[in-house]
Nanobody, 127 residues
Framework: QVQLVESGGGEVQAGDSLRLSCAAS????????VGWFRQAPGTEREGVSC????????YYADSVKGRFTISRDNAKNIVYLEMNSLKPEDTAVYYC????????????????????WGQGTQVTVSS
């Protein structure tokens, strides 16, 4: 059974950094696309970043481009989201999700197309 566990969230000041981790079990994550999404109260879940399992390509939402970096540690079966220069508008619950099947080209796709989800980790950025 595939399980994803996010960690690394917290409360920080604007301009600070956090590194979120998405630890996968029940699957060898390096062959699967993994996405990071976030959801603030009263808003839709939005895609933040993703990394392909087939060719390693990455995607970043315009709102985080240049500030966030997604990466994998295949030995640890973890996908990271390094978040720098955090802003109050980055405040949300952050979720990671993994494709249901390996080797799917690209990774930029709606949340509904990802197969398994973690429970989320809260990120709060104060001004």
């Amino acid at each position: 059974q595939v399980q994803l566990v996010e960690s690394g969230g917290g409360e920080v000041q604007a301009g600070d950094s956090l590194r979120l981790s998405c630890a996968a079990s029940g699957v060898t994550a390096d062959a699967y696309g993994v996405g990071w999404f976030r959801q603030a109260p009263g808003t839709e879940r939005e895609g933040v970043s993703c990394i392909s399992g087939s060719d390693g390509t990455t995607y970043y939402a315009d709102s985080v481009k240049g500030r966030f970096t997604i990466s994998r540690d295949n030995a640890k079966n973890i996908v990271y989201l390094e978040m720098n220069s955090l802003k109050p508008e980055d405040t949300a619950v952050y979720y990671c999700a993994i494709d249901a099947i390996p080797g799917v080209p690209g990774c930029q796709r709606p949340a509904s197309m990802y197969g398994n989800w973690g429970q989320g980790t809260q990120v709060t950025v104060s001004s």
